[in-house]
């Protein structure tokens, strides 16, 4: 089977194309404004340069978020659209748990894995997962926004239950650090863990955790709030 795999929930988006176990090409889009509109060039340039005809793919998998609103809807905007396309089947992966995959992947064995985007308005975009048997992940904190120092308390508390070590990364993990108990840190700067990878959301699916293509926004868009604001000024 052939998938491509992309992730535009955060500031860096990614492109991967797999066959069978086989990570044929990867391509990680610079984080630039707006970079999130490029996926489709980025998907041309892909394929272009790994020699695989896009015709050949079986499978697009795509995450669904939480993170940046826009990037999440141009994502799967870009995911059904192909898929449609070239009539392939077409899953959602929590790009959070994405994130743990490639955290694990640096981690101590049986880590609290901790995901934090920056989520914006004072927010982490967070989640929590633990490694499993097999390919699995254990949720511990489902997706949410949630603020930095009510993160790192949960943490705490998990670490504590779990009787185990944390490690967090991702864009928004400065702003946890100084929020963290003791036996928890931050991936080092410059580590992979920090950049959600789509080739971890293949794993995800595979591990049985595939969910349907559609956004996961963890609060509501920043146009709403407004709109409910000015509706509440109003009256």
């Excluded at 999130?36 to 669904?64: I, K, Q």
């Excluded at 826009?70 to 994502?75: D, H, P, Q, Y």
């Excluded at 949410?144 to 120092?149: F, G, M, Y």
């Excluded at 993160?151 to 928004?172: H, K, N």
């Amino acid at each position: 089977m052939t998938t491509f795999a992309l992730d535009t929930s955060t500031p860096s988006p990614s492109l991967a194309l797999i066959r069978g176990d086989v990570v044929v090409a990867t391509l990680r889009l610079d984080a630039t404004p707006r970079a999130g509109r490029r996926v489709m060039m980025g998907a041309h340039e892909l394929f272009t340069s790994s020699g695989v005809p896009v015709t050949d793919v079986d499978r697009v998998v795509v995450g669904v978020g939480p993170g940046a609103f826009t990037g999440v809807r141009v994502g799967i905007s870009t995911a059904l659209g192909l898929a449609q396309a070239l009539g392939c089947e077409v899953t959602g992966a929590v790009s959070a748990e994405a994130a743990a995959r490639g955290i694990a992947a640096v981690a101590p064995p049986g880590a609290v894995l901790v995901p934090a985007s920056d989520a914006r308005r004072g927010e982490l975009f967070a989640a929590a997962y633990r490694a499993a048997p097999g390919r699995a992940l254990e949720e511990l904190l489902e997706p949410c926004a949630i603020a930095p120092e009510a993160l790192g308390a949960r943490v705490a508390e998990l670490c504590e239950a779990a009787d185990a070590p944390a490690l967090a990364a991702g864009d928004g993990a400065a702003a946890l650090a100084p929020h963290l108990p003791g036996g928890a840190s931050v991936a080092p700067e410059g580590s992979p863990a920090h950049l959600l990878d789509a080739v971890h959301l293949v794993a995800c699916v595979d591990a049985g955790n595939g969910v349907p293509a559609r956004p996961v926004y963890a609060r509501l868009p920043d146009a709403e709030v407004n709109r409910l604001r000015a509706l509440g000024a109003a009256t």
